[in-house]
């Protein structure tokens, strides 16, 4: 009876649009805690082709640890499984006169998946935020930016590392090998 009254509920509560938030606790790697909210609503039960789940133009990344996105991004963060050792390379790589785009579309599986993932290296690496650029794109993978023309964006996510404001390379909805190892490849390239 318990388990019909609480489906009962849940379904007056999608049904009526409401959204129940509560708080957080999300772990960063350099150990401080912030409070971020989290549906309530199962992450299959969000539905996030619809355009009012979707994220477009340039956004900070304070929006992806937040409801809707939440439900996937922490998960993905959390339970990235990186190659130390490639993680050790990156380390010794400068990140000098480094700049990164990030393209991206938050109806898209694949940059759900790989977008958490390419953030937690990041981290790891302390490589600063402020030197990322996010975009989102609607479904047609277009962007209210300006010359976002120019980046040429046939899939995403699109991740695109610039050396000294000059592109170093991309890499576009999929590793080749790993996002680690990928950006090592980049990197690395013609030094």
Request: glycine share 4%; with cysteine; proline share 6%.
């Amino acid at each position: 009876m318990k388990n019909i009254s609480f489906l009962l509920i849940l379904l007056l509560v999608c049904i009526s649009g409401c959204k129940t938030i509560k708080p957080a606790a999300e772990i960063r790697p350099e150990g401080t805690q912030t409070q971020v909210p989290v549906s309530d609503v199962a992450p299959l039960a969000i539905n996030f082709s619809d355009q009012a789940t979707w994220l477009l133009g340039y956004f900070n990344l304070d929006r992806l640890p937040m409801a809707p996105h939440s439900v996937w991004y922490i998960k993905g963060y959390d339970e990235y499984q990186f190659s130390s050792e490639v993680i050790n390379k990156l380390q010794d790589i400068s990140k000098d006169n480094l700049t990164i785009k990030i393209v991206m579309g938050t109806w898209c599986p694949d940059s759900r998946r790989e977008v958490p993932r390419f953030m937690r290296i990041l981290d790891i690496w302390k490589f600063p935020v402020s030197m990322v650029t996010f975009i989102g794109v609607d479904n047609a993978k277009l962007s209210p930016v300006g010359e976002y023309d120019k980046l040429d964006i046939q899939r995403v996510p699109t991740f695109i590392i610039y050396k000294n404001n000059i592109e170093a390379g991309r890499i576009i909805e999929n590793p080749t090998t790993s996002l680690e190892q990928d950006m090592v490849n980049i990197l690395t390239r013609n030094e």
